[in-house]
């Protein structure tokens, strides 16, 4: 009996020790847009679940929120949800925002925080604006710390999308959304595209590019806590092996190791979440990948 309570006990523990607390559903938006809810305040909106992920994950998808309507200036609509928050809390809201390019509109990817004095949003206390994407291109990350008024209660994220200009529809995407008390966001999430390394400190990710122009990023295999490879054109066909060591005690640096089997240009991106420190490395075009054995990378212990 006693052994159960504590099989029992270790796995909340656990369960408490090891998960962000993410206080909304489905931010990655894996198969569906469930847990969301379209507003549209009266004006023409489309909320679509796509299959292109943030991370390039075939597993997951995102959000595609377009703005159909004529008006500009303050049109707003999209995707919302409402979560129960502690007055006075700081919060971790993050999230990836896309604005496709070759649209004849122009405007915003943003996302505001609506602040209520109940835990189901209603009593309306204050807004505040955390982060938004204007830019064509690809996938932006964003973040912000947001502290709760002293009053509240609840905290509705708004997914919207800002329309300066006409010309037609508008589509922005979304995903990856976290929001959870300050400090409990994943350091590093690893997808199709992204390593974690070294306990989930160190992100790493590789873009290729090839003489006749054509670019990618690779594709990201984890091996063991410390180690994983990239492959870009074959899942057979490994292009990169990396590792992330602990050379603390050795020189009080953490290390980066690299090899390629490649002669492509390659940038590998390495980034100490703790610090938001990147180092990047460099292959150039046509030449044979040198090894990289760098023992002095991050000067961030412990
Ligand atoms: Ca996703």
Known sequence: MIRVFLLVFGLLVWASAGQAQNLLE???????????????????????????????????????????????????????????????????????????????????????????????????????????????????????????????????????????????????????????????????????RTLCLNDDRFKVTANWLRTNGEAGTGNAVELTGDTGYFWFFNAANVEMIVKVLTGCPQNGHFWVFAGGLTNVEVELRVEDTQSGIVRTYNNPQRAPFQPIQDTAAFETCP
């Open 26 to 192: 489905n931010g990655t938006f894996d198969a569906d847009l469930s847990g969301w809810t379209t507003f549209s305040d009266g004006l023409r909106v489309l909320t679509l679940w796509q299959e292109a992920d943030a991370g390039g994950s075939p597993d997951s998808g995102s959000a595609s929120v377009t703005n159909f309507d004529e008006g500009v200036g303050t049109t707003q609509v999209g995707l919302l949800q409402c979560a129960a928050v502690s007055p006075g809390q700081s919060y971790d809201l993050r999230g990836a925002l896309q604005f496709p390019v070759g649209q004849a509109a122009t405007g915003l990817a943003e996302v505001t925080v609506f602040w209520f004095s109940s835990s189901t949003c209603t009593g309306f206390l204050s807004d505040e604006f955390a982060f938004a994407q204007g830019t064509p291109g690809s996938w932006v990350d964003h973040s912000r710390t947001l502290t709760a008024p002293a009053s509240a209660q609840g905290a509705r994220i708004n997914l919207r999308v800002f329309k300066e200009t006409g010309g037609g529809g508008l589509d922005t995407h979304f995903d990856d959304f976290f929001f959870g008390p300050e400090g409990t966001a994943p350091p590093c999430t690893a997808n199709a």
